[in-house]
């Protein structure tokens, strides 16, 4: 086990260091996502022209990412994260995935079900955990930091669309999005009143890592994550952005962004002490879903809380 996880954070490592190298000469560019298939015979994959955070169409990002090592396997995946309950995500423990196998598969049920998931651009926020030195690591799955908003669990159920849509184990979900108030955490000079126009790489400004965190999904597919409702900031829908891998890969299963109901996101806006402030003047563009088949996931919303469940299906290469 003590090799297996020395390869690893050897291979993520040289995968942080040879991104470093392809920057420096190139530059950004595009993301390769793998198709993505459908597990019902008759459909097949759908892309996404939304436009990501600095411009319109397209996809950019890195072709490979590292972002830290994880400290477990299926078998513990939790370890780093908070406590959970089988009742899932009405429950009362957080959205760590402990054990393993402590969220019940059954809260899916419900679940939105993308039999196609759609990909979107990765977008100019993005870090990982190395890109700076004294960085905390993401492998968690609260990841508030102490920052103010509405509670927010998101549960993901990682299915292979070649395989009979069966669960995908020991696999990295990342994701990032801003907080309350439209900022997202490592990057200085933000303007969530205007849409953002700044280069797509960018170098990390700061240590703040908050609604940023890594899990590894369990022996059912499953990751969970504890943040906080995402703000609004012009130019883009809320959404809130997602990458998966094998562990040990440096080839994406997915690079995507989830979305949200106008109506619904309006009304926690209005709802929820820590965003009514900014709740009287949010654009329609910042409310609106974009078109086509995003991915959205199932909400629920009780005061104080919001839970979001999804079956992000891919097509392994």
Request: net charge negative; proline share 7%.
């Amino acid at each position: 086990m003590g090799e297996r996880k020395g390869a690893a954070a050897r291979d993520l490592l040289g995968w942080v260091l040879d991104r470093r190298q392809i920057l420096i000469k190139l530059g950004a560019f595009a993301v390769t996502a793998p198709a993505i298939v459908s597990c019902e015979e008759d459909e097949g994959a759908v892309g996404n022209d939304t436009g990501g955070s600095g411009g319109a169409g397209g996809g950019f990002g890195s072709t490979s990412t590292g972002w830290g090592t994880a400290s477990s396997t299926s078998a513990a995946s939790g370890a780093t994260g908070t406590s959970s309950t089988t009742a899932g995500a009405g429950g009362e423990g957080g959205a760590g995935v402990e054990g393993g196998d402590s969220l019940d598969p059954s809260i899916f049920e419900d679940a939105a079900s993308c039999s196609m998931t759609t990909t979107d651009i990765e977008g100019p926020f993005f870090l990982d955990d190395n890109e700076i030195p004294n960085d905390i690591n993401l492998f968690r799955s609260d990841i508030r930091d102490g920052h103010p908003g509405c509670e927010f669990r998101l549960y993901f159920r990682l299915l292979d669309g070649r395989n009979s849509c069966e669960p995908i184990p020991d696999a990295e979900v990342y994701i990032w999005h801003c907080d309350a108030e439209g900022y997202y955490s490592g990057f200085d000079s933000q303007d969530p009143s205007t849409p953002y126009a700044g280069p797509v790489e960018r170098t990390p400004d700061n240590l703040d890592r908050f609604c940023r965190g890594v899990q590894l999904s369990d022996r059912n597919g499953i990751v969970g994550f504890t943040s906080l409702w995402p703000g609004w900031y012009a130019g883009r829908p809320v959404h809130v952005h997602l990458v998966a891998r094998i562990n040990g890969s440096t080839t994406r299963l997915i690079t995507t962004q989830l979305y949200f109901d106008a109506d619904f996101s309006a009304k926690v806006y209005a709802s929820e002490p820590e965003y009514a402030a900014r709740s009287t003047n949010i654009p329609a563009s910042s409310l609106e879903p974009p078109r086509g088949n995003p991915a959205m996931p199932t909400m629920k919303h009780t005061p104080g809380l919001i839970t979001a469940t999804l079956n992000v299906i891919v097509n392994p290469a």
